[in-house]
């Protein structure tokens, strides 16, 4: 299976910081990389999909780039509703979906 | 309201046997694969299932397979997943999701249950 690794586990900032989320795969995946929001309490909402593209209504301070083995997901001005953990996923190899550890964002 | 709703979960000794449900509505069930995931408390996702259109095909995790069956039933826009042999580590909050094909190429778990927690323990 593809391993997915993020870095870092934990990111604290501050409103109005940019944030950068990197994942990493154990072989090229292409762009069949999403990434998830998941809120306390709450089921993941998909945010992007093939690397860069928005999934539905996503604000515009979200971005995704990367190809191959490395990719990052870019918040350019936190806010507090980002409060969050993320997660990447590939779908290289779909079904066997596999996702990183998950990074947990906090608001310093 | 595109919605999909798990049932089932519970409180289940070690060894035993569990069948969870998904029900969705607003959208027209058989035109998608669904999947099931899984999350430990305080742990990370994990893909366990898919099934897809008709149910012809099925695809499992090497940690459920042999133990856990996917099926579906589109006249009643249900998805289920019998669990057997449960162990401690399959202890967590079970999720359904749909599997859209994004420009038919990307796909992607676009929309989720609010899952179902399960507690193996004796």
Same mark, same amino acid.
């Given at each position: 299976d593809v391993q997915m690794t993020q870095s870092p586990s934990s990111l604290s900032a501050s409103v109005g910081d940019r944030v950068t989320i +990197?994942? %990493?795969? !154990?072989? =090229?995946? =292409?762009?069949?990389? &999403?990434?998830?929001q998941q809120k306390p309490g709450q089921a993941p909402k998909l945010l992007i999909y093939a690397a860069s593209s928005f999934?539905?209504?996503?604000?515009s301070r979200f971005s995704g780039s990367g190809s191959g083995t490395d990719f990052t997901l870019s918040i350019s001005s936190l806010q507090p509703e980002d409060i969050a953990t993320y997660y990447c996923q590939q779908t290289y190899n779909t079904p066997r979906t596999t996702f990183g550890q998950g990074t947990k964002l906090e608001i310093k | 309201e595109v919605q999909l709703v798990e049932s089932g979960g519970g409180v289940v000794r070690p060894g035993g046997s569990l069948r969870l449900s998904c029900a969705a509505s607003g959208f027209t069930f058989d035109d998608y694969g669904i999947s099931w995931f899984r999350q430990p408390p305080g742990k990370g996702l994990e893909w366990i299932s898919t099934i897809y259109l008709n149910g012809g095909r099925t695809s499992y995790a090497d940690s459920v397979k042999g133990r856990f069956t996917i !099926? @579906? $039933?589109? #006249?009643? &826009?249900?998805?289920?997943?019998?669990?057997? =042999?449960? %162990?401690?580590?399959? +202890?967590?909050?079970?999720?359904?999701? @749909?599997?859209? /094909?994004? %420009? *038919?190429?990307?796909?992607? =778990? $676009?929309? /989720? #249950? *609010? #899952? +179902?927690?399960? +507690?193996v323990s004796s």
């Open positions: +990197t994942c %990493r795969a !154990s072989q =090229s995946i =292409s762009n069949y990389l &999403n990434w998830y999934a539905s209504v996503v604000p | !099926s @579906r $039933d589109n #006249g009643k &826009n249900s998805l289920y997943l019998q669990m057997n =042999s449960l %162990r401690a580590d399959d +202890t967590a909050l079970y999720y359904c999701a @749909r599997e859209f /094909w994004f %420009r *038919q190429l990307f796909p992607a =778990s $676009d929309i /989720w #249950g *609010q #899952g +179902t927690m399960v +507690t």
